[in-house]
């Protein structure tokens, strides 16, 4: 079981990943999750499919913003115990990612009764800063 999670919150997090189509395609992996902290480290496995370009081994911008969504939206549905939809999202790219696999660290800065917000860094592999994002879910029960 990777990194600090617990039996429950490791198995609905890798039910609630594996779900979508888009997920399965890109094979996210969770490496650490503390629902209780409202932390989770996410790791996205370089492939050539997720580059910008054909001849250089870097990644697409829309590839470093869909895991920024990813791991907030899993950070927050750990808490909540399900599923958040997004309203809004930003990211900040701040250095090219090339030939590196990516983690993304989110973290909880409020779960409240109808909004919830993320923030989230993504890192390469050597620890550089690649992109910072911050995510706003919907947290109302209809």
């Not at 992996?29 to 996205?44: F, M, P, S």
């Not at 370009?53 to 950070?75: E, F, N």
């Not at 997004?86 to 009764?113: F, N, W």
Request: charged residues 30%.
């Amino acid at each position: 079981m990777p990194g600090n999670m617990e039996i429950d919150d490791a198995a609905f997090i890798s039910a609630l990943l594996a779900r979508p189509p888009l997920h399965q395609w890109l094979s996210p992996e969770i490496i650490a999750l503390d629902a209780e902290k409202g932390t989770i480290a996410v790791k996205l496995p370089y492939r050539s499919e997720l580059s910008r370009s054909p001849d250089q081994r870097d990644y697409h911008g829309g590839i470093i913003a869909t895991l920024v969504d990813i791991a907030g939206h899993t950070c927050l549905a750990a808490r909540l115990k399900r599923r958040v939809p997004t309203i809004d999202m930003r990211v900040d790219y701040l250095r090219g990612a090339l030939d590196t696999d990516l983690i993304a660290e989110a973290r909880i800065i409020r779960a409240g009764r109808t909004v919830g917000v993320c923030d989230v860094d993504i890192r390469d592999d050597q620890g550089r800063a690649i992109a910072a994002g911050r995510c706003v879910y919907s947290t109302r029960e209809d």
